[in-house]
């Protein structure tokens, strides 16, 4: 009998004894716990994609003066530069106007007078900020803002016509001379040139653009310029590209190119394509971060996520490592629910 007591008392120890030695397992190890909402992170969203430029590059002009005389005064400096609505020089005193339009100006332009060239002319004194009716009719407003860009430049005998013989046409909105070939004090007759331009970037546009974009404008950044773009990937304005052409990269880029190829091959403009670039919204929007698996009833860029019982309509603007960026019809919710069955319809 107490032979027994004791096996008892023995093995109830041992028994106590192994539970007190079992490691009890730590909570790191233990099962995963399922989360059945997820919090709503709020931040800004500009759909930042890298793409690349192609930009085209002419081949150099002769800048001609319209009037023969004695050259009286001139911008001209090997190097320098030359915007469109500025003197390139003077002959006899009376200013040269240099004009960047779509159409050469080649007759002087009367009161009524119609045609594409009045059209260009239009619409590049509405650009340099002398705004007038685009509508190819020389009309009274037309020769008035003709008159105020040669007052601009010192003259103001211009009044009753336009007078092609003093406008010297412009490849681009700006030109860099390459050399000056009639300086202060020497004669010219209508029609020799008076200076010479570099190469001149005069289009530009994005390669390819990236599929599934955010609407909205967009602009277009490379090194620390930005510029407004397209919505099919081209950048319009004149001073844009120059924009683009004086930045770092592109300038690295075009010394990389041998243009002469492309000058000799049937007088071809010169490209120089890949240049990288990044393309943002130009006005960031308000967008919510949710894991991928709180949005569901996906059709196209829309469904819905759901917090509690009640369903957000959403529309997906980008995912990226695992969160999904979606943009609220209204006001955004402070969490969703994550996967699972029984969420709401989304209607």
């Not at 989360?35 to 800004?44: G, H, I, S, T």
């Not at 650009?127 to 008035?144: C, E, I, K, S, Y």
């Amino acid at each position: 009998m107490i032979a027994l007591a004791c096996v008892s008392v023995f093995a109830a120890g041992a028994g106590a004894t192994a539970l007190w030695l079992t490691p009890e397992a730590p909570p790191s190890l233990a099962p995963p716990t399922r989360a059945a909402d997820a919090p709503v992170a709020v931040q800004e969203f500009s759909d930042t994609r890298s793409v690349t430029v192609t930009i085209t590059v002419d081949r150099g002009a002769e800048l001609e003066a319209g009037l023969s005389g004695r050259v009286t005064s001139t911008s001209c400096e090997p190097g320098g530069s030359l915007a469109s609505g500025a003197a390139l020089a003077g002959v006899d005193g009376r200013p040269l106007v240099a004009l960047s339009t779509a159409v050469p100006l080649w007759r002087d332009l009367h009161d009524g007078d119609r045609g594409d060239d009045v059209e260009a002319l239009q619409a590049e004194l509405s650009r340099l900020g002398l705004p007038t009716p685009v509508d190819g009719r020389a009309g009274r407003g037309t020769l008035a803002r003709v008159a105020e860009l040669f007052a601009r430049a010192g003259d103001d005998s211009v009044a009753d016509a336009v007078p092609a013989d003093r406008i010297v046409w412009l490849p681009s909105a700006v030109v860099t001379f390459g050399s000056c070939d009639a300086p202060v004090g020497s004669t010219v007759a209508a029609g020799e040139t008076v200076a010479t331009t570099t190469g001149t970037a005069v289009s530009a546009s994005i390669d390819r653009m990236p599929p599934d974009l955010t609407p909205g404008e967009r602009h277009l950044t490379v090194d620390s310029v930005t510029v407004p773009v397209e919505e099919d990937g081209t950048i319009s304005d004149p001073a844009a590209v120059h924009d683009l052409e004086a930045t770092p990269s592109y300038q690295r880029r075009a010394h990389e190119q041998d243009r002469g190829a492309a000058d000799a091959s049937g007088g071809a403009d010169a490209q120089s394509g890949g240049l990288p670039a990044e393309l943002s919204l130009r006005s960031p929007i308000s967008i919510g971060v949710v894991p991928p698996s709180a949005v569901y009833a996906l059709s196209g860029r829309t469904g819905c996520v759901a917090s509690g019982n009640t369903p957000y309509r959403v529309e997906v603007v980008g995912s990226q490592l695992g969160r999904t960026f979606v943009r609220f019809a209204g006001e955004s919710p402070r969490s969703v629910r994550i996967g699972g069955e029984g969420r709401p319809p989304c209607t």
